[in-house]
């Protein structure tokens, strides 16, 4: 079993930044992929970005430009640096990861969610 727990959500004004952390841990062989989620109310769940183990990366169009993931390997972490925060970034952010728990079986696992609100 994999345990995920984020940190850093909260409230910010409009333009302002906010940093996400997600530490993966527990029955870890190999991790393939890490990112985040996000979903606002009344919506579906939406990727927000992902960084696989050959640090390949993928953004949704509505955050390139303003936010940025990263990976520390050795520490089984990702981030999410948010910068020019806007209103509609509001939702629940979910940290996401696939990994290996043996050698040949992987599954999917997901934070308990942290919240970013964006408001004046």
């Known amino acids: 079993q994999v345990q995920l727990v984020e940190s850093g959500g909260g409230l910010v004004q409009p333009g302002g930044s906010l940093r996400l952390s997600c530490v993966a841990s527990g029955s870890i062989f190999r991790i393939i992929a890490m990112g985040w989620y996000r979903q606002a109310p009344g919506k579906q769940r939406e990727l927000v970005a992902d960084i696989n183990s050959g640090h390949s990366i993928n953004y949704a169009d509505s955050v390139k430009g303003r936010f940025t993931i990263s990976r520390d390997n050795a520490k089984n972490t990702v981030y999410l640096q948010m910068n020019s925060l806007k209103p509609e970034d509001t939702a629940v952010y979910y940290c996401?990861?696939?990994?290996?728990?043996?050698?040949?079986?992987?599954?999917?696992?997901w934070g308990q969610g942290t919240q970013v609100t964006v408001s004046s």
């Open positions: 996401n990861t696939r990994a290996y728990h043996s050698f040949t079986s992987w599954d999917e696992y």
